[in-house]
C-alpha cells in the first residue's frame, strides 16, 4: 500500500550515510588498445568562454553530492511481499525523480550561492532530453542552460545493478549535462519512506562516448557493432525530437545499459551493494530476496541463508553470523506471513 502522509527520511545513522563515490575514475580499459582499436574517448573539456556555467555545474555536483542529507519523500510503502520489492523502482523511479528535482530547487544556495541564477528553476518533463533542465522563464536569459538525465536505482532490485537504458546521442548532449543516477531504498526495508544516496555523477556527454566505444569495439561481438546516429540532433531539442542513438544489431536490447560499461560506473555499483542496510550489506538483502521470490521453499531459503552465512564466514564471529541467521529467518517468516510461535516464558 502506498500511503502518502507526510513524513520524512532522517538520516541518523551510519546506514544511510552517504557514500564517497560520486563519480568514477578514468582509468583505461587496457594498458593500451589492441592494434585497430581507436583510443579510449575521453571527457570534453567545458569551453573556458562560460567560466560562470562552468561553475554552476560544479555547484550543481555539489548539491547533488549533498542529496542525501536534504531529501524527503511524503510517499510512505507497506504490506509489500518479497516479490514485489523487485517492482518498486517501477512504481517508485518517477516519484524519486520529482522529489530529486525539488530538492535541488530547495537547497539552490547550495548550488546558486551567489545568486548569480537566481530567475532560474529545475524543471522535469518526462518526454524531453535531458529529462531534468535548469530554465529561466525571462525572454531575455538563455534556456536551458544546464541538463540532468535523471535515474533511480532501486538498491535491492534483482538484477543487482541499475536496469535503465542510456541512449542519447552525444550530438543530443551540451557539455555541460550530466548523467545521475539516484540509489535508494525504503528507510525499514521493507517499508517506510524512501532513503537516497551519494548519486553516481558523470558527463552526459562522456558517458555516451563511453557506452558507444565499448559497444563497437569492446563486447568481442561477432556481427554488425555498428551505431547509428540520428540525423540533426542537437542539444536541448524538443520534446519527441530522436536524440537517441540506435544499435544495428541488438537482438538482447542490451545497448544503453552502461551499468555494464568498464570503468563508467561498474565500480560504484560495486560499493553501493556493500552499503549497510539495517546492518547487513545491501547485496546479501539481494540474494536474500531473490531466493524467497523465486518460489523456494521453505528447505531451500534455509540452505541458500547457510550458504550466503558461509561465504563470509571468515568475516564474522560465531555469534554475529547466528544474529544474522536469526534476523534473516525471522524476516522469512514475516514475508510469508507466518509468525514463530510464542517462546516459552523464562523459569
Not at 22 to 48: N, V
Not at 62 to 81: H, K, M, N, Q
Not at 275 to 299: C, E, L, M, Q
Amino acid at each position: 500500500m502506498i500511503d502518502d502522509t507526510t513524513s520524512g527520511a532522517e538520516l541518523s545513522s551510519a546506514d544511510n550515510a552517504p557514500t564517497t563515490h560520486i563519480e568514477t575514475s578514468a582509468t583505461e580499459f587496457m594498458s593500451s588498445p589492441e592494434p585497430g582499436i581507436p583510443s579510449r574517448p575521453e571527457r570534453t573539456q567545458l569551453p573556458s568562454s562560460e567560466p560562470k556555467r562552468e561553475k554552476l555545474v560544479k555547484n550543481v555536483r555539489d548539491a547533488l553530492a549533498a542529496l542525501p542529507f536534504y531529501f524527503r519523500s511524503t510517499t510512505a510503502i507497506e504490506g509489500l511481499e518479497a516479490g514485489d520489492l523487485f517492482s518498486l523502482n517501477t512504481v517508485l523511479g518517477g516519484t524519486i525523480e520529482v522529489q530529486t528535482v525539488t530538492t535541488l530547487n530547495r537547497i539552490r544556495e547550495v548550488w546558486d550561492p551567489d545568486d548569480e541564477w537566481s530567475e532560474y528553476g529545475f524543471e522535469r518533463s518526462s518526454q524531453t532530453f535531458p529529462d531534468v533542465r535548469l530554465v529561466s522563464r525571462s525572454a531575455d536569459k538563455p534556456s536551458p542552460v544546464l541538463g540532468i538525465e535523471l535515474k533511480g536505482w532501486y538498491l535491492l532490485s534483482k538484477e543487482g545493478e541499475p536496469s535503465f537504458r542510456y541512449t542519447a546521442s552525444r550530438k543530443a548532449c551540451s557539455e555541460f549535462d550530466l548523467l545521475v543516477v539516484v540509489p535508494w531504498r525504503l528507510s525499514n526495508v521493507l517499508a517506510g519512506v524512501p532513503v537516497v544516496y551519494e548519486p553516481f555523477v558523470e558527463q552526459a556527454m562522456y558517458a555516451a562516448d563511453l557506452r558507444n566505444y565499448y559497444w563497437e569495439n569492446l563486447r568481442g561481438a561477432s556481427g554488425d557493432t555498428g551505431i547509428t546516429s540520428p540525423a540533426g540532433a542537437t542539444p536541448y531539442p524538443s520534446p519527441k525530437v530522436r536524440t537517441a542513438d540506435k544499435a544495428n544489431s541488438d537482438g538482447g536490447s542490451n545497448f544503453g545499459r552502461v551499468a555494464r560499461v568498464p570503468d563508467l560506473m561498474d565500480s560504484y555499483c560495486d560499493e553501493m551493494l556493500k552499503t549497510p542496510v539495517a546492518g547487513i550489506r545491501a547485496k546479501h538483502w539481494v540474494s536474500f530476496f531473490k531466493t524467497y521470490s523465486d518460489n523456494a521453499n521453505t528447505d531451500q531459503v534455509d540452505a541458500a541463508i547457510q550458504r550466503a552465512l558461509a561465504r563470509v564466514s571468515n568475516k564474522l564471529d560465531d555469534a554475529r553470523s547466528d544474529e544474522i541467521g536469526a534476523v534473516l529467518h525471522r524476516l522469512q517468516e514475516l514475508i510469508s506471513g507466518n509468525p514463530p510461535a510464542a517462546a516459552s516464558p523464562p523459569d
